[in-house]
């Protein structure tokens, strides 16, 4: 008989697979009786106070500071102090609080690591620690479920941070907890320190890595192949997942069929834009076999977007070679092409034309006329971009230009959200990689889409957790930008918006789960067969119950308290 699944779940994850206590013990919602229980009692002020309290006093605090940067230093040490309490106001306030822990302020902060650092949060392995790679992840005090790894190689579009990078991983795991309700003990915030070619930070005192070069590519694979086992072996289940690489595909195709790994950079900003793209050429209501697709930038990002969404035309009825015809890729040089004289990178060679009749077109301008885009992508970290002239002329090409400047942080934006509008005449389907505000034209109140990979990537992670998934699959990335386009309500698709609305973050975040576990059962990658009894709704609710919910946790713990003390 198969398996069945258990759905309910009530056991508080802050009191799963404990072996140290938590900033979450000394939360002020905790009753008397649940201190005492925790040995917490008379550590924390008397009073037990309800969230509407903490959460003005935090707010007041918060607003009170007068940076960014100011507040990304309160809400780490917010973090670092009270987890739930952090968590829960952040769950209140997910539109106001994500900017300021994650894009664009973890930019600065990241730049700036060196000189803000106050708290330990994640692990820290060195090239010199090669060889002992295992012991030291002995040392991490909890059960980890999911792991962010940089080497702060290419952080957001600042260049080689070296260790400063930590911020990437802390900041993303906020959101894979805040999102998805992946618990905050069951997360390792993973830096490697394998040098930094800047030059400034290395002479830099207050820098704390490594003052060494960058270790060559060789020597990087040889510490992963030491880190990746030793990750797998000390936790069997762990999901891993790769940030802000500078060449990270080596490591995807190393490691993508062998470990439960996958690359945001890569496919889960691949996944989250076509989520937003499949929705946009909906609305065009151009054929996908007319779509003409011109990205400016061709780095690894750009290319995993590109790829991704080929997929999806080949869904849509065209042959992969039809498909890949409809791109066409831009980097510094102008349009790639197989006679162009240089020497591509290996990535670039897919996109690469053939049909240009020996012509080579070199700017962005020019290829704007030579292709006439129904949709123009930005991937290339240079602000503005796609200047005034470009958006008029994709206004003249096109009844509702789609225009996705994604690259971060917003000072980078290919071109901002007003400009877009007013150059387009307010016709524009729009997303971005930054946050821009909404804004009134002809009086018509106009939203900006977000293609934030926070929309994507959570609900990859805790599917791959829930599934167990032995590996994460490209067919597994495709459906969580299936299932995000499926997530918008009639509301927003009447207002023509291209993503949800990020209040909606927890709930978008069980539709692509469900969607991922389903991708994963097909592609027989699963290890919880109970799962596959579950019929959507029932799954749906599983994922419900075994999402970390801070503003239930405080009342699961209280529960579960008051039945020990009667065993």
């Known amino acids: 008989m198969a398996a069945q699944a258990t759905i309910k779940s009530t056991l508080p994850h802050s009191l799963q697979n404990r072996n140290t206590p938590t900033s ?25 106070q309800d969230f509407a309290t903490q959460s003005k006093r935090c707010l007041d605090i918060l607003h009170a500071k007068p940076t960014a940067i100011d507040k990304f230093m309160y809400l780490t040490y917010l973090r670092a102090s009270n987890v739930h309490l952090f968590y829960r106001l952040l769950a209140e306030n997910i539109k106001e609080l994500t900017p300021l822990i994650y894009t664009p302020t973890v930019g600065e902060a990241c730049l700036r690591w060196h000189e803000i650092y106050t708290v330990p949060e994640g692990m820290y392995l060195s090239y010199s620690d090669k060889g002992n790679l295992r012991q030291i992840i002995e040392n991490w005090p909890h059960e980890v479920e999911i792991t962010v790894l940089t080497d702060g190689s290419r952080i957001l579009g600042l260049g080689d941070l070296g260790i400063n990078g930590m911020g990437i991983p802390v900041g993303k795991l906020a959101l894979y907890v805040s999102c998805a309700g992946i618990s905050p003990e069951g997360t390792l915030p993973l830096t490697v320190d394998l040098g930094t070619s800047n030059k400034a930070l290395r002479e830099d005192p207050l820098y704390m890595g490594s003052r060494r070069d960058k270790v060559t590519a060789e020597e990087e694979k040889e510490f992963l192949d030491e880190l990746m086992a030793a990750l797998k072996e000390k936790w069997p289940a762990i999901v891993i997942q790769f940030e802000d690489w500078k060449n990270p595909f080596p490591a995807l195709e190393r490691y993508q069929n062998v470990y439960t790994c996958f690359n945001d950079d890569i496919q889960g900003t691949g996944a989250v834009i076509l989520g937003g ?13 007319d779509q003409r697709a011109v990205f400016f930038g061709a780095g690894s990002a750009g290319v995993g977007v590109a790829k991704q969404m080929v997929q999806f035309f080949m869904a849509e009825g065209l042959s992969e070679d039809e498909a890949r015809k409809r791109f066409w890729l831009v980097d510094s040089k102008g349009l790639i092409t197989n006679d162009r004289g240089d020497k591509l990178a290996s ?23 030579y292709v006439k885009p129904t949709i123009l992508m930005g991937l290339s970290t240079i602000g ?7 958006l008029k002329r994709m206004a003249e090409l096109n009844d ?19 400009d877009a509008v007013k150059h387009t005449d307010g016709r524009v389907l729009f997303a971005s990689g930054s946050p821009f505000n909404p804004l009134t034209y002809k009086n ?26 032995i590996s994460i699959t490209q067919s597994m990335i495709y459906a969580s930008a299936e299932s995000l386009a499926a997530s918008i309500n009639e509301t927003e698709r009447s207002n023509d918006w291209l993503y949800p609305d990020i209040t909606r ?21 699963d290890r919880a067969p109970e799962l596959r009894n579950l019929n959507d ?3 749906d609710e599983y994922i419900r119950q075994r999402m970390y919910d801070p503003r239930r946790e405080i009342t699961l713990m209280e529960e579960h308290i008051k039945k020990m003390s009667k065993q």
Do not use: W
Not at 356 to 366: A, F, I, P, T, Y
Not at 505 to 515: A, W
């Open 24 to 48: 979450g013990d000394y939360d002020t919602a905790l009753s008397s009786s649940a201190r005492q229980h925790l040995k917490t009692y008379g550590l924390t002020p008397p009073s037990v």
């Open 277 to 289: 793209f499949i929705n946009a050429v909906k609305m065009t209501g151009i054929a996908p076999k």
């Open 347 to 369: 990535h670039k060679t897919y996109f690469s034309r053939d049909d240009n009749n020996g012509e080579q077109v070199r700017s962005l301008h020019d290829v704007i006329e």
């Open 384 to 390: 503005g971009a796609f200047d005034k002239k470009i």
């Open 400 to 418: 509702k230009p789609v225009i996705f400047p994604l690259s971060n942080p917003s000072s980078q934006s290919e071109c901002n959200f007003e």
């Open 444 to 469: 018509k109140t106009l939203t900006p889409g977000q293609g934030n990979n926070m929309y994507v990537f959570p609900g990859i992670g805790l599917a791959a957790i829930l599934s167990k998934a």
């Open 505 to 525: 973050i927890r709930e978008v975040s069980v539709t692509v789960t469900r969607g991922v576990i389903r991708a994963a059962q097909k592609a027989g990658v």
């Open 537 to 539: 709704e029932e799954l």
